[in-house]
């Protein structure tokens, strides 16, 4: 399955601003389907292992107090060329260089705040998604 799953997460701000419906159907519309999904906060602890990768940097205290500071939704979304595509849809990580159109540009307030999260490689789309989920909870 390398290629076809990316993971995501809505992060808190998208939550909070009531926009986990609007940026589902970007998803959908996109041509991505629903492998997985929950809707869940995360501890800082948990935050932390999950963004382990950026232990070193100096945002890492923000990233991790921010990714649990309300509830997110997770979710593992399956298409052709999932990462890549994926990774167009959202836009850049800072939302003052996304493209028009994408749903960081539409929706992010910050770096920190950018509405949500999307894998970088295959190899860490396989890894964030078994973080989450079981392949019991994958349809
Ligand atoms: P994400 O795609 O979830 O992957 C790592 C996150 O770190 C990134 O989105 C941003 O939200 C966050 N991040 C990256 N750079 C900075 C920064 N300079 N300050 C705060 N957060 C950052």
């Known amino acids: 399955m390398t290629g076809n799953i990316t993971f995501t997460m809505i992060k808190p701000d ?3 601003a009531n926009n986990i419906g609007p940026i589902l159907a970007m998803i959908n519309k ?14 800082q602890e948990q935050a932390g292992s999950f963004y382990a990768v ?5 945002f890492y205290g ?12 997770a979710a593992i979304l399956t298409k052709d ?10 836009g850049a990580t800072d939302p003052t260089k996304a493209d028009e159109g994408t749903i960081r540009k539409l929706f992010a307030k ?10 970088d490689s295959d190899e860490n789309a396989i890894i964030e998604s078994n973080f989450f989920f079981s392949q019991l909870e994958r349809f």
């Open 14 to 16: 998208g939550v909070e």
């Open 30 to 43: 996109a041509g991505f389907k629903i492998l997985a999904m929950k809707y869940m906060r995360l501890t």
């Open 54 to 58: 950026h232990k070193e940097r100096p």
């Open 62 to 73: 923000e990233l991790t107090g921010y990714m649990s500071s309300g509830p997110i939704v």
């Open 81 to 90: 060329n999932a990462v890549t595509d994926y990774r167009k849809l959202i």
């Open 110 to 119: 910050s770096i920190a705040a950018n509405a949500v999260h999307g894998s």
